[in-house]
């Protein structure tokens, strides 16, 4: 929308920082939290509805993580690969869901979140519709 490319060459980067940090989100309630309990993570999992919005975001997480190489494009096919990236956006709603629902008294900064991921997904949006008005 805006004409700059230098902004293409971070995503990649940023999208694997993501990951990278819902690895780090997880392996502590995974440790720290339920000391590898399985049967109380599955527990946890239905019974907390933040949990049960943020782990199946985890691990589309791990899906686009996988095939985020240039090996990967290649092999899926540019489309393909674009069309599987792009459940990027349901999982940024789900994230922030998850924050939201976690926090308990202030929920300033979820809202604020929510409130940069709107505008930001607003952008993607009016692109997609211009795309459209154009053909």
């Known amino acids: 929308m805006t004409g700059w490319g230098w902004p293409t060459r971070w995503r990649r980067m940023l999208g694997l920082f993501a990951f990278f940090y819902a690895c780090l989100h997880f392996l502590t309630y995974l ?23 943020g782990f199946p975001a985890f691990v589309l997480l791990i899906l686009l993580a996988a095939t985020s190489t240039d090996k ?7 489309r393909r690969w674009k069309q599987l990236h792009q459940v990027v956006y ?9 924050f939201w629902w976690l926090v308990k008294k202030d929920i ?9 991921l709107a505008v930001l997904l607003g952008f993607r949006v009016v692109a997609g519709l211009r795309k459209v008005v154009k053909r």
């Open 90 to 98: 349901a999982i940024a709603i789900a994230g922030t869901v998850h």
């Open 72 to 78: 990967m494009v290649r092999r899926l096919g540019g």
């Open 31 to 53: 440790v720290l939290d339920q000391f590898f309990d399985w049967q109380a993570i599955v527990k946890d999992i239905a019974k907390r509805p933040y949990i049960t919005v």
């Open 108 to 116: 300033t900064e979820p809202l604020e979140f929510a409130v940069v």
